[in-house]
């Protein structure tokens, strides 16, 4: 017996074959802040064989309370989420294949990552992503997991394609997102009871338990102590655009996602490149020195500093422009510095 996996093993629904299962397995978590990074854990420690990693972001001192796989110097050093979470991740386990992804979610990873993959993890903490996920999984064929916390409440529910419904086909019974960990706030448990559900389930699929994967959807909340199994069987829409006979994968389809975003609660405005002009991090330079504004260049960005604004610039010429809340202060900006 593999020493190392021993305590898994014992487990009689996991045992020598399931373990084997694990090993062979290739799964996407997709969002690696509180949720994925807790996910990636369990998840490599468990012995998953091939991990890829996807996240836009980069840490900050704020996300030290709840994502687990983050230190100090990585907020100092405003490390890529994906860039720290693989190097403690192969601190843990130095045999694990770990694939990155520092860039936006768009349609054409998604598809490209699930026709690698065995099952997609929901780390992120948006809808269009979540979206994004459900019509690539489902066309695909895979499982993929969904999860959601703010305070001190969580939501899991593992979709199935051909045994469940969709997430599109749920939308509407599920809990209201208006909410956000950044209006309202996060306690870290909720963060981990909600990964940990979701890596159970993982475990399950991964290991051919299928009958032991919930059917309900799971929701809790570790401060009222309260919890329940919401039944969903029967939402399953007839005309549904991603899980019925007349799937055509919508989010799939865009040819270009919108440029422009407001990333929720963050005073922020996120801007892709166009293929037209993609900025490069020599120009933010130049540009940073023409408007008279301070900036710092690190090996994956360049950060400019002006009045109230914090702009980044990425190398493949993504933007977040920190200091805005709608989508039209940021094409302003945009186009007031960068023409
Ligand atoms: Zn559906």
Known sequence: MNYRYSRQILFKDIAEAGQEKLQKAKVAIIGCGALGSHIAE???????????????????SSNLQRQ?????????DMKPKVIAATKRLLDIRSDVTIYTYFQHVDNALIEKLAKEVDLIMDGTDNFETRLLMNDAAYKYNIPWIYGACVGSSGVVFPFIPKQTPCFRCLLPALPSLNESCDTVGIISPAVHITASIQCAEALKILTGNIDAVRKKVHHFDCWNN??????VSKIRKEDCLTCSVQAIYPELQSSENSRFAVLCGRDAVQILPSKRRKLSLDEAELVAKKINATWKKTTYFEVIFKESYKIIVFQDGRMILHGLQDINQGRKLYTELFG
């Not at 687990?68 to 100092?76: G, H, K, M, N, V």
């Not at 309260?226 to 039944?231: H, I, L």
Request: no cysteine; charged share 25%.
């Open 68 to 76: 687990q796989l983050f230190t100090e110097q990585d907020a100092i």
């Open 226 to 231: 309260a919890q329940m199994d919401v039944g």
């Open 42 to 60: 369990t998840l490599v420690r468990a012995g998953v064989g091939t991990i890829y990693l996807a996240d836009r972001d980069y840490v900050e």
